[in-house]
């Protein structure tokens, strides 16, 4: 994430992730899936403007970037993950801070990108700021971990490595810069309703093949290694899967797949001009929002 101090308050540019590797390794007693995964952060932003307020309340207000109309479901009320991890860092910090709240969504939701994720590791961080409490990054990371399994991974600024539910995270060694499409199609899904029906392999596929190609950025190898374990069980629940697989591979991206637990699918590309390329074939076809992407510093 971006931020930076303003004249008010600060302003935060918190980003989208793409799941360049999934797999689900069990079910575990708590309810969650044990999982490993590398995690790459994307030049796709969601921005959050804090604050001060006089009082203790938290006054939160919602915007929606033009066209994004893959965000219209996000809520408004307590509910808002925004709104959570800053009444979880007051109780934490056992303060009574209050912030106005300005929330601009870009990032669409239900589709494997983690923008509420994002928002909620960028409110903790602005937050940690604004009301003075100077806590380290690994103590905020914490408190983004009682929010979400992903909350934790946007406090590491570049591609990572994560396991047990998603908590457990560790720099990946190598982080090359990628350019990649992504396309968001009309119908979104509920994560907990692909993880139910996701089909647990015997013999789960090793992350290590992919990781290494990722390291030496080859694309070509990172194409024939890359994989998702949820995508088969999103592609039951919404036909889109298969549709903008089917396009994706009609553009000549070297690979491509879904991310997260979907909608989302994104392509690999060569390079930016071939991305942005992509991208404008795409829009034309009638498949949902499309951006042309990079990994992001």
């Given at each position: 994430?971006?931020?930076?101090?303003?004249?008010?308050?600060?302003?935060?540019h918190?980003?989208?992730?793409?799941?360049?590797?999934?797999?689900?390794?069990?079910?575990?007693?708590d309810?969650?899936?044990?999982?490993?995964?590398?995690?790459?952060?994307?030049?796709?932003?969601?921005?959050?403007?804090?604050?001060?307020?006089?009082?203790?309340?938290?006054?939160?207000r919602?915007?929606?970037?033009?066209g994004?109309a893959?965000?219209?479901?996000?809520?408004?009320?307590?509910?808002n993950?925004?709104?959570?991890?800053?009444?979880?860092?007051?109780?934490?910090?056992?303060?009574e801070?209050?912030?106005?709240?300005?929330?601009?969504?870009r990032?669409p939701?239900?589709?494997?990108l983690?923008?509420?994720?994002?928002?909620?590791?960028?409110?903790l961080?602005?937050?940690?700021?604004?009301w003075g409490?100077?806590?380290?990054?690994?103590?905020?990371?914490?408190?983004?971990?009682e929010l979400?399994?992903?909350?934790?991974?946007?406090?590491?600024?570049?591609?990572?490595?994560?396991?047990?539910r998603?908590?457990?995270?560790?720099?990946?060694?190598v982080?090359?810069?990628?350019?990649l499409?992504?396309?968001?199609?009309?119908?979104?899904l509920?994560?907990?309703d692909?993880?139910?029906?996701?089909?647990?392999?015997?013999?789960?596929r090793?992350l290590?093949?992919?990781?290494?190609?990722?390291?030496?950025g080859?694309?070509?190898?990172m194409?024939?290694t890359?994989?998702n374990?949820?995508?088969a069980?999103?592609?039951?629940?919404?036909?889109w899967?298969a549709r903008?697989?089917?396009?994706?591979?009609s553009?000549?991206?070297?690979?491509?797949?879904?991310?997260?637990?979907g909608?989302?699918?994104f392509?690999?590309?060569?390079?930016?001009?071939?991305?942005?390329?992509?991208?404008?074939r795409?829009?034309?076809?009638?498949?949902?929002?499309?951006?042309?992407?990079?990994?992001?510093r």
């Amino acid at each position: 994430m971006h931020l930076q101090k303003t004249a008010d308050g600060v302003l935060v540019h918190a980003p989208a992730k793409l799941n360049l590797f999934f797999e689900v390794l069990n079910r575990r007693s708590d309810g969650f899936h044990e999982v490993e995964t590398l995690v790459y952060p994307i030049d796709l932003y969601d921005t959050l403007i804090l604050s001060g307020q006089a009082d203790s309340r938290i006054d939160f207000r919602l915007f929606f970037a033009s066209g994004d109309a893959g965000c219209r479901d996000v809520p408004e009320d307590s509910s808002n993950l925004v709104i959570r991890a800053l009444e979880l860092l007051r109780r934490r910090a056992g303060s009574e801070f209050g912030t106005r709240v300005c929330l601009r969504k870009r990032i669409p939701t239900a589709a494997g990108l983690g923008g509420g994720s994002s928002d909620a590791a960028a409110a903790l961080a602005a937050a940690n700021v604004l009301w003075g409490l100077h806590w380290p990054r690994e103590r905020l990371a914490q408190v983004g971990a009682e929010l979400g399994s992903d909350v934790s991974l946007f406090f590491h600024p570049a591609a990572s490595i994560c396991r047990g539910r998603g908590e457990i995270i560790a720099p990946a060694a190598v982080s090359p810069m990628l350019h990649l499409v992504v396309v968001r199609p009309p119908e979104g899904l509920g994560t907990a309703d692909v993880y139910r029906i996701c089909q647990i392999a015997d013999k789960p596929r090793p992350l290590r093949p992919f990781a290494e190609a990722f390291g030496r950025g080859d694309l070509k190898r990172m194409a024939e290694t890359m994989f998702n374990r949820l995508e088969a069980s999103a592609s039951v629940l919404s036909p889109w899967i298969a549709r903008v697989r089917r396009e994706l591979e009609s553009v000549d991206c070297v690979g491509y797949q879904m991310t997260g637990s979907g909608t989302c699918c994104f392509g690999l590309c060569r390079h930016a001009r071939h991305a942005r390329r992509v991208a404008r074939r795409l829009q034309t076809r009638g498949i949902g929002m499309v951006y042309a992407v990079r990994g992001c510093r």
